[in-house]
């Protein structure tokens, strides 16, 4: 990790905490907020976290990364997840994925460089008679094309400039 990651506001943190026991069952929630919060898990946060929890940082380290919600890496405004489950995969997700690619210059878990947006691709969300399925921000998109993911990005930022 570099020091850009580790040099954060804690006074989010410290306000998440005031509302948890502090104890080792408070640990997926305390983090949960925190990602909400920074958008991300922080590491100078997630050693707050520890000392607070009273868990050993090793095992803050491990819940953080055993949980696909959560990232140790700075997330974009909005997250683009993309359905590459068996029915997706079959109705052209892998097109949907390299048109993002095209559109953004970045793949599957990155993030663009101005952090607008961050691609992920996922197993399944259960909306398979929806195929293929493309996830921005909230906002679900069913049979989604190449075509129109330059509007679905448009709206994105528009939601997110509320």
Do not use: W
Request: aromatic letters at 6%; proline letters at 6%.
């Amino acid at each position: 990790m570099t020091q850009e990651y580790c040099a954060v506001d804690l006074g989010p943190v410290a306000e998440i905490l005031k509302d948890y026991p502090p104890e080792e069952a408070s640990l997926i929630q305390v983090l949960q907020d925190v990602h909400r919060a920074y958008n991300y898990l922080p590491c100078d946060v997630l050693g707050t976290v520890a000392k607070t929890l009273n868990v050993p940082l090793a095992k803050v380290f491990s819940v953080s990364t055993f949980y696909k919600a959560f990232s140790l890496e700075p997330q974009g405004d909005t997250i683009i997840k993309i359905c590459v489950g068996t029915a997706c995969h079959i109705r052209g997700a892998g097109q949907l994925v390299e048109e993002l690619e095209r559109k953004l210059g970045v793949g599957p878990d990155q993030t663009t460089e101005d952090r607008k947006f961050t691609v992920k691709t996922v197993n399944c969300v259960g909306a398979c008679a929806m195929a293929p399925v493309m996830i921005v921000g909230e906002t679900y998109h069913g049979s989604a094309k190449p075509a129109r993911i330059g509007k679905f990005l448009a709206e994105a930022e528009v939601d997110h400039a509320d």
